[in-house]
Structure formats: C-alpha cells, structure tokens
C-alpha cells in the first residue's frame, strides 16, 4: 500500500524556517517525479514544486524561488521542503504527492502538515 | 501562467441525478505528444486531494464509472453520474500542461 506522511509543519514566526518531510513507503521511491502542493486556510490548492525522479530537475512557483527548496534522497524515500524567509501568506497545509501512473498525474498524496507563519 | 477557470454547481444535486462541472483554460492543454494534460481531483471535507481522472477521461484506479472527463484543448467537463451523498466535496480540475501547474478555484457538490 502506498502511503505518504509528512512531518515538519507548526507555528513559525514571520522571516524563519522549517524544514518539511515526506516519507514514501510502499513504491520505489526513486522511480518517481514527486511534489508539493499547498493549501492555505479555506482556499483551493496552489502547486508549489516537482522534483524528477533522481532530483536533477526542480520546479517552482514564482512565489516561493530562491526561498523554498525541494530535495530528496531516495536511499532514505524521502521528500524535503527546506522553506526559508517564510511570510504569513505561506501559512497553509502542505501535501506531498507522487506521479506513479504517470509523470505529471498526482496519484498519490499524503495527510496534509499544517504550517502557520505568525508572530 | 495558464489560468484555469471552474465552472459553478447548482446545489444542492438531488441523489441521483447527474452533474458537470466545466473547467477552461486560458491555453490549449495539448502537448506536442498529442497528450491533454488535464487532470480532475475530489477533495472530501477534511481529507486529502484524490485523483479521479487524468489526461483529460482516463479513470484512475479504483474510481467508479460514475465519473467521466471530456473535453480537448481548452475546454473540459468532468461528469458525475447517479450522483451519492459520497460524491460530496470540492471538485478541481489541474493543468500539468506547463509549469507552473496551475489548478481551478474548485467546485462545490452538495448532496440533497
């Protein structure tokens, strides 16, 4: 069974960090592109970044480059989110989710990880 | 960006009947592989987003057939046939077309 559980999330202030994990078990992990998704409070969801299968490629939203990172290290089936300079409006829940059907279909996601920026 | 813009639902949906919601976007989806790259997801109040259907009709696992997406270039329908209280949440479709994958606002199913 394909499961996907993040971890990470919490109460931050305006400027700081946090860093999010995504551990995949259940598929080869390194098999496949994978990608966070966000969704603030009441709002719909908004993409916020893909990695490829061996992490070579990365994508961002405009609003998160040069202050998110997305890694993995596939000896350990894990996704990160390194979030850097975080601002209120990044305040939301954060899902991983994988493409094993196919690249680009998110087949999979995991249980959310709430993340508040607040002072 | 490719904006994608969700059509709304005239709720509450009698059980039984059927719905559509429509989804455009502000660029053909096509791909140089001849491939549409729209996807439509059911998010259930307080659960996590579920694939429903991918590359515009193509049903993914386990989804029942009550669920069927058409459409081509920028112009979309996802179906929901015999409609069950089951079937209620927000519904959005996803271009993954280009970056940066851009989703509808969603749509809501209510149930009566």
């Known amino acids: 069974e394909v499961q996907l559980v993040e971890s990470g999330g919490g109460l931050v202030q305006p400027g700081r960090s946090l860093k999010l994990s995504c551990a995949a078990s259940?598929?080869?992990?390194?098999?496949?592109?994978m990608h966070w998704i966000r969704q603030a409070p009441t709002k719909g969801l908004e993409w916020v970044a893909s990695?490829?299968?061996?992490?070579?490629?990365?994508y961002y939203r405009d609003s998160v480059k040069g202050r998110f990172t997305i890694s993995r290290d596939n000896a350990k089936s894990t996704l990160y989110l390194q979030m850097d300079s975080l601002r209120s409006e990044d305040t939301a829940t954060y899902y991983c989710?994988?493409?094993?059907?196919?690249?680009?279909?998110?087949?999979?996601w995991g249980q959310g990880a709430s993340v508040t920026v607040s002072s | 960006d490719i904006v994608m813009t969700q059509g709304a639902l005239p709720n509450p949906v009698p059980s039984g009947e059927s719905a559509s919601i429509t989804c455009r976007s502000s660029k053909s989806l096509v791909y140089k592989d001849g491939k549409t790259y729209l996807n439509w997801f059911l998010q259930r109040p307080g659960q996590s987003p579920q694939l429903l259907t991918y590359w515009t009709s193509t049903r993914a696992s386990g989804v029942s057939e009550r669920f069927s997406g058409s459409g081509s270039g920028t112009y979309f329908t996802l179906k929901i046939s015999r409609v069950r209280a089951e079937d209620a949440g927000v519904y959005y479709c996803?271009?993954?077309?280009?970056?940066?994958?851009?989703f509808g606002s969603g749509t809501k199913l209510e149930i009566k």
């Open positions: 259940g598929f080869t992990f390194s098999n496949y592109g």
């Open positions: 996803q271009q993954v077309r280009e970056y940066p994958f851009t």
């Open positions: 990695i490829s299968p061996s992490g070579g490629s990365t």
């Open positions: 989710a994988t493409d094993r059907l196919n690249p680009y279909v998110m087949d999979a």
